[in-house]
């Protein structure tokens, strides 16, 4: 059972225009959120994160929006640059007990044209 | 200040070899993770470690060995490798509370044919 969702394989954008990226989640103990990059042959980098008891976290072009009835996440990249092209995975921990440990979503790969 | 360094980058195994998938940190952290990912889907985690001496399943773990006898290194064990394994294997490390970033090697590319 896939807890974390990310429904679009790709996504490809102007430059300069808004990503959004969205991602949907199962489990109501889940109270902490990330985002990854993955550029090809690289590990995945962190982006940013929010935590449950915020509805929006913001990083310079990066904003983090959460919505927790809708179980539901999204990532907002303005404006978007060439440099963004990747995938991004969205994660999500349910709890210290839980030893730190991320469920990932699929991963959609982002494509910013010139 | 290295971060996580996996080796090998790339290996090809044959079917029933074995081979130990090494990870090393210089962050000092106390938690490390084994995720594999394959093609179009996201990262699996197969082990986790909490520190030095203490190791623990994660979703995926059957084939798999870990150990952790220093805060620094978390080499990941396959026995008997099967087609099923074929995979990109990445370590991570963290301070490990909850919404801690991990901080991923760059991955080991294994084929099992």
């Known amino acids: 059972d896939q807890q974390v969702k990310q429904n679009s394989p790709s996504l490809s954008v102007q430059e300069g225009r808004i990503s959004i990226l969205n991602c949907d989640y199962t489990n109501s103990m889940f109270d902490y959120f990330l985002w990854y990059k993955k550029y090809p042959a690289e590990g995945p980098t962190f982006l940013i994160s929010?935590?449950?008891?915020?509805d929006k976290n913001e990083d310079g072009r990066f904003t983090v929006f959460l919505n927790k009835s809708a179980k539901h996440l999204s990532l907002h990249i303005v404006p978007s640059q060439p440099g963004d092209s990747a995938v991004y995975f969205c994660?999500?921990?349910?709890?210290?007990?839980?030893?730190?440990?991320?469920?990932f979503g699929q991963g959609t790969e982002l494509s910013v044209k010139p | 200040n290295a971060g996580v360094t996996q080796t090998p980058k790339f290996r090809i195994l044959k079917i029933g070899q074995s081979m130990t998938l090494q990870c090393a940190q210089d962050?000092?952290?106390?938690?490390m993770y084994w995720y594999r990912q394959d093609p179009g889907m996201g990262l699996k985690l197969i082990y986790y470690?909490?520190?030095?001496?203490?190791?623990d399943k994660g979703e995926v773990p059957n084939g798999y060995n870990v150990s952790r006898s220093t805060t620094e290194d978390f080499p990941l064990r396959l026995e008997l490798a099967a087609p099923s394994q074929t995979s990109v294997y990445f370590c991570?490390?963290?301070?490990?509370?909850?919404?801690?970033?991990?901080?991923f090697g760059n991955g080991t590319r294994l084929t099992v044919t």
């Open positions: 991570a490390s963290s301070y490990g509370q909850t919404g801690s970033p991990l901080h």
């Open positions: 994660a999500a921990s349910e709890g210290y007990n839980q030893g730190g440990k991320l469920i």
């Open positions: 470690s909490v520190g030095a001496g203490i190791t």
């Open positions: 929010i935590s449950s008891i915020k």
């Open positions: 962050m000092n952290h106390n938690y």
